[in-house]
């Protein structure tokens, strides 16, 4: 027959269970803290590589053959089909009679003001 367990030994035994499954939840916290981290520099590095936002817009039309308006480049009105363009494409569009954005006013800045 057995010996009974002693209390001390039952309360020996509970601690190392739960050292035990503090010791897992512990590294499953931890991998998720790296998990997390790997995501974060990811995330970092992708801002780092992004290209500077262009100066200036041209929106073109549904049929993508003129422009339509020409924007700043942080304009919050400019649509989906517009593309970045340097000053000097968005200046001629301009002097070729394309629409200014009446949000953004890019004229102002371009030095094109109408009479």
Request: charged share 35%; hydrophobic share 35%; aromatic share 4%.
């Amino acid at each position: 027959m057995s010996e009974p367990i002693s209390r001390l030994d039952m309360l020996r035994f509970a601690r190392r269970v739960v050292t035990e499954n503090t010791e897992r939840q512990l590294a499953t916290i931890d991998q998720w803290i790296a998990d997390e981290e790997r995501r974060q520099a990811e995330r970092d590095r992708g801002e780092e590589a992004r290209p500077p936002a262009p100066e200036w817009l041209l929106e073109l039309g549904l049929n993508r053959d003129h422009a339509v308006y020409v924007h700043r480049g942080a304009c919050w009105n400019a649509g989906k089909r517009s593309r970045g363009v340097p000053e000097g494409e968005a200046r001629q569009a301009l002097v070729e009679g394309v629409a200014v954005c009446p949000h953004c006013r890019p004229d102002s800045e371009l030095g094109h003001l109408e009479g």
